[in-house]
Every structure is written in C-alpha cells, then in structure tokens.
C-alpha cells in the first residue's frame, strides 16, 4: 500500500497512444463510481465532433498503477465563455479515484490547467470534490436509476399503474421498432431528436457528435427508432456500459405523443438491454421540479440529488448556462418559432460552446 501522504505522480494521458488508451479504458471499467463519460471513447468523440481540446489527467503510484483520472474538456464559446469542464457535453465524468489521495491533487491540477488556458471556471459534473474553493451544488438535478425487471411482463409490472397504461396503449399501436447503429439510423436519429429539442427551444448539437460517439463506443452504442408508417417519430441513442443501460439523446415529433411513441421507445429499450446482459436503466438527470422529472418518476424511477461543483477565481462568478435562469426565457421562446431547417443550420454553432 502506498504511504499515506506520499504524493502522485500526475501527467496528461496520451489518448492518441492505443496501449495508453486500452489501459485507461480497463481501470475505468474496473471502477465502481465510473460512468460511460470517463472513458476515453467520449473524450476522442467529443473534441473530434466538436472542435474542443480534450485533456485527461491521471494519477498514478510510484509503480505505475493508475489511482485516479479526471477527463476534461475545453469550452469556448462567444455566448457562454471559457470554461473546462468535466466532461465535455456529459452529465458526469468527474473526479474518478481509486484512492482518497487523487482527489485534492486531481482537483488542483485540473484548476491549475483552468488558469493556464485562462478558463475562469473550472465544473466537475460528478464525483468528489475537496476543499472550500468550490462551489457545489446538490440541488439542481436529480439522477433517474433503477433494476430492469426480468422480462416485458415484470418490467410492465414495475411501472406504476397510469403510465403503465400508458405503455399498454402504444402497444396497442401500430408502430414499428429498429435498432442500428449505421448511417441510416444515425439520420432518423437526429431528424426526430432535432426536431424534439427545437420544439423545447433547445439548439440541437452537431450530427457529428451523434455519429462519432456511435463510432467511438461501437457495439457499445446504438440507436432505437419508433416508426408509425414508415416515418420515425421517436428516436434514442444510448449508451451501454458495466450492466447500465443510459438513454443519452431521445426525443420525439410532434405527433409522437398522441402515438405514444415515447413510452414504446423507453419499454422496447429496457427489453432490448435486457437482451443485451443489462441489469440497470439509468433514466438519466432531470432538473428538479420539472416536467421531465415527473415523467421519469412516473416510470417508477426516484429522483436522487446528483453532486455538482464548480470553481471560480476569487471575486468571479463561474459559468451559468441554465436554460432555467429568467434570463434565457425570451430566447428560448424565440428559437422554439424557429424554422426547423433554420434552427438545425444555427444550432450547431451555438451548442458547441454549451459543453
């Protein structure tokens, strides 16, 4: 065991190297508190789709044996500033330590790093967090996690009684379900997951992020399409990772709630990753008090605070990008009049600076 005390050694991980990356990938998959958005695949298809620098910072034993890791992004946007961020357009990704040691000195390298590219702040979207320098915050977002059931007929069970119905009655429809993970499904993809966040007046994220992140993590990923007469209606792209499945990107047109297209998509998913070895549905973080929120506890899933914290230098305030703030209303409410071609050609440029 390493003495207690003895510091880190701590370096910028080669994530071009394929033996380095083989050997983050494998600790991080070891790790209890580990997310899909640790693993190197997320960083190399965040800073390749999205323009942005990826860094990783790991930690590691005087015999070479990694203790921590914390993989960053650089943001920088004209309309949100500079931030690194961890991880670049996650919802965690933060400190990850195999030993209390990497905490504090993660946490100090990775603000260190902040100053030296001039990133007045500094967010860790998950993990811990030492030291009276940050600002945490356990009460803007809830997480959504439960057990899958053991087939279609337990996991209908598991559903509380109305949105059960619910899921009984977009069975009753004619629909069709697909999964893939190939050029076509990428499209139907983000037709439907476009047109779902231009209708929250949301700017949606570049294709390619959708595409790259399908590539990155392989049959680790994939797409599950519902169609009502051929024309997809709702669409998800999850990841799969440690017995979890996570519904990252979904959405729905317009008409997808009178076809129920939504509750077929989310029910045919807890199947399909069930076929897949799955154990775990993580519905993923919903701001609390919200309309998403309650959906997802309709499901039957309890919200649980998730942990955030970010840095400032003294004096500053850190990046505030919350689509609840008052002060993004009237823009949201603009974008949702949108066009839906205008918004798919604008959006892009404006989400990249979100991370």
């Known amino acids: 065991m390493m003495p207690v005390g003895k510091p880190l050694a701590l370096r910028f991980a080669d994530l071009g190297d394929g033996h380095e990356r083989a050997r983050i990938d494998a600790w991080v998959r070891a790790q209890p508190g580990a997310t899909p958005f640790h693993l190197p695949a997320w960083s190399v298809a965040v800073a390749r ?40 357009f996650a919802v965690d990704g933060g400190i990850l330590a195999g030993e209390p040691a990497a905490v504090r000195q993660l946490g100090e390298a990775a603000w260190a790093l902040a100053q030296e590219l001039r990133c007045p702040t500094l967010e860790l979207r998950g993990g811990p967090a030492e030291g009276p320098e940050w600002l945490r915050d356990d009460s803007t977002y809830l997480g959504f996690v439960r057990d899958l059931a053991t087939d279609d007929e337990a996991e209908l069970l598991a559903i509380p009684r109305k949105q059960r119905a619910e899921v009984r009655k977009s069975l009753g429809f004619d629909l069709d379900v697909s999964i893939g993970r190939d050029a076509a499904a990428a499209r139907a993809h983000y037709a439907v997951y476009a047109e779902s966040v231009r209708n929250l007046g949301t700017p949606v994220f570049p294709s390619r992020l959708f595409r790259e992140v399908l590539r990155e993590f392989g049959d680790d990923a994939d797409t599950l399409t519902v169609r009502a007469n051929g024309v997809p209606q709702a669409s998800v792209l999850s990841l799969y990772f440690n017995g979890t499945v996570y519904p990252y990107w979904g959405g729905g047109t317009a008409a997808a709630r009178g076809l129920r297209a ?90 990249r600076g979100l991370g």
């Open 262 to 351: 939504n509750d077929r998509m989310y029910f045919a998913l807890m199947g399909h990753a069930r076929a897949k070895g799955c154990t775990r549905f993580d519905f993923g973080r919903s701001k609390a008090g919200t309309g998403p929120a309650a959906f997802k506890k309709n499901w039957g899933f309890e919200g649980v605070p998730l942990a955030y914290a970010k840095r400032a230098a003294p004096g500053q305030e850190p990046r505030e990008i919350n689509p609840l703030n008052p002060r993004y209303q009237a823009k949201i409410a603009l974008w949702k009049t949108l066009p839906l071609w205008m918004a798919n050609m604008i959006g892009p440029h404006i989400a």
């Open 49 to 88: 789709a999205c323009g942005h620098t990826s860094h990783t910072l790991i930690a590691e034993r005087a015999d070479g044996v990694i203790a921590g890791l914390l993989p960053l992004t650089e943001i920088s946007s004209p309309l949100f500033g500079r931030a690194l961020v961890s991880n670049g």
